[in-house]
């Protein structure tokens, strides 16, 4: 994408030291999620050395970081029940069935955070859709070195989330849901890969 660029956040480490890394996430303003803002700023650095995920940072031409996202890899749980037939043999080619408990388990990247920064300028940011991309892009480079078939997210029971990530463009779909301890609803999307 002209203008923006990405960086992995242990390759930003290498390059300028934690510190430095650390005082400029605390700079990431997403006031629409608390959530993104809050992992950037206190807990990216600590899933890094943690080796649980990985970070990239997006930046404009001037060095602004203007979004990030992370990803990892987990075991995902997609039941049987009201699943198509044609999704079925999708998944079987990925996973394990696991008849005790009437589940595909699958070995997926799971998208875990996806946020802009708000504090930069809007008529200069990156869409959403362009985020994505990246995404797709980074998800790309790591299945062809290891493998897999899917990508996967959790997001708030929210309208317009809903719509953006299942828009032609981005193109994933939806399978379930999960309450958080808290009771928040989150919606379990896919997308084969």
Do not use: W
């Amino acid at each position: 994408m002209t203008g923006f660029f990405i960086v992995n956040i242990q390759d930003l480490i290498q390059q300028i030291g934690e510190d430095n890394v650390i005082s400029l996430l605390g700079t990431f303003s997403c006031s629409k999620n608390e959530e993104i803002e809050k992992f950037i700023r206190e807990r990216a650095v600590d899933f890094v050395h943690r080796k649980l995920a990985v970070t990239y940072l997006v930046f404009d031409e001037e060095g602004n970081c203007v979004a990030y996202f992370t990803l990892a890899n987990k075991a995902l749980e997609f039941p049987v029940l009201g699943m198509s037939v044609s999704t079925r043999k999708r998944i079987e080619r990925y996973s394990k069935f696991n008849e005790k408990s009437g589940v595909y388990i699958v070995p997926a990247f799971l998208l875990a955070q996806f946020g802009k920064n708000y504090s930069y300028p809007k008529k200069h940011a990156l869409s959403g859709d362009a985020l994505m991309d990246f995404v797709f892009e980074v998800v790309a480079s790591i299945q062809y070195m290891i493998g897999g078939g899917i990508l996967y997210l959790e997001c708030e029971d929210n309208s317009f989330l809903l719509e953006f990530y299942q828009n032609l463009h981005n193109g994933y779909r939806l399978f379930g849901e999960r309450k958080s301890d808290s009771g928040t609803v989150y919606k379990l999307l896919y997308k084969f890969i």
